[in-house]
């Protein structure tokens, strides 16, 4: 019958056994995005990591219990009524826990993606309607209704003018813009914030 090892000796073969294993490349999910996982890896020494599965053609948001908000670090998951997704060009996702950490990300993405990351390609988030994925580009936004969201007062995205009204008449809402128009000036004037966060 085998002694066993000496406690200091088992325990150092444990530690080296286990910081080993966190070497090894993760392998790829399925359903990732080509390159996804080796963008991961390289994103990881360089930022926060990269979605586990990318968005579907339509945007539908492919949200893992294991992907974290790169603004605040929740769990978007959780959080599926206000959840949006960041994708960059060379396909490297990432999805944020609610509307505004994606307008974060969108305005400052160098500080929240890590500086050298790829131009931003689309943002997808549910249209509060109808939780259908929307183009963050092309939605009508407001800011200062009584919507709260994960973080606070809501960032609340609307697919039409018509839904803006509906909207405004139900939970009022002290400004509209739109994302192309939107500054890291004029996000502190919509919310009273700095849009590069404390």
């Given at each position: 019958?085998?002694?066993?090892?000496?406690?200091?000796?088992?325990?150092?073969?444990?530690?080296?056994?286990?910081?080993?294993?966190?070497?090894?490349?993760?392998?790829?999910?399925?359903?990732?995005?080509?390159?996804?996982?080796?963008?991961?890896?390289?994103?990881?020494?360089?930022?926060?990591?990269?979605?586990?599965?990318?968005?579907?053609?339509?945007?539908?948001?492919?949200?893992?219990?294991?992907?974290?908000?790169?603004?605040?670090?929740?769990?978007?998951?959780?959080?599926?009524?206000?959840?949006?997704?960041?994708?960059?060009?060379?396909?490297?996702?990432?999805?944020?826990?609610?509307t505004g950490?994606?307008i974060r990300?969108?305005?400052?993405?160098?500080?929240?993606l890590g500086?050298?990351?790829?131009?931003?390609?689309?943002?997808?988030?549910?249209?509060?309607?109808?939780?259908?994925?929307?183009?963050?580009?092309?939605?009508?936004?407001?800011?200062?209704?009584?919507?709260?969201?994960?973080?606070?007062?809501?960032?609340?995205?609307?697919?039409?003018?018509?839904?803006?009204?509906?909207?405004?008449?139900?939970?009022?809402?002290?400004?509209?813009?739109?994302?192309?128009?939107?500054?890291?000036?004029?996000?502190?004037?919509?919310?009273?914030?700095?849009?590069?966060?404390?």
């Open positions: 019958m085998a002694r066993p090892l000496p406690l200091p000796l088992a325990f150092a073969l444990a530690t080296w056994l286990a910081l080993t294993a966190c070497e090894k490349p993760a392998p790829a999910e399925p359903g990732a995005a080509p390159g996804q996982a080796a963008a991961s890896q390289a994103s990881r020494a360089k930022g926060p990591a990269p979605a586990q599965k990318a968005m579907a053609a339509d945007g539908a948001l492919q949200i893992s219990p294991e992907d974290a908000c790169p603004v605040c670090g929740m769990r978007p998951h959780k959080h599926p009524k206000f959840a949006s997704g960041v994708e960059l060009e060379d396909g490297t996702t990432y999805y944020t826990c609610g950490c994606m990300t969108y305005l400052h993405p160098d500080r929240y500086h050298d990351a790829k131009p931003i390609k689309r943002l997808m988030t549910p249209d509060y309607f109808t939780g259908k994925p929307l183009d963050a580009l092309q939605a009508h936004w407001i800011y200062g209704s009584g919507v709260v969201g994960p973080m606070g007062p809501a960032f609340v995205p609307l697919a039409t003018e018509a839904d803006v009204m509906t909207f405004r008449e139900r939970h009022g809402g002290a400004h509209q813009f739109e994302l192309p128009g939107l500054t890291a000036e004029k996000f502190g004037v919509i919310t009273g914030r700095s849009s590069m966060g404390k």
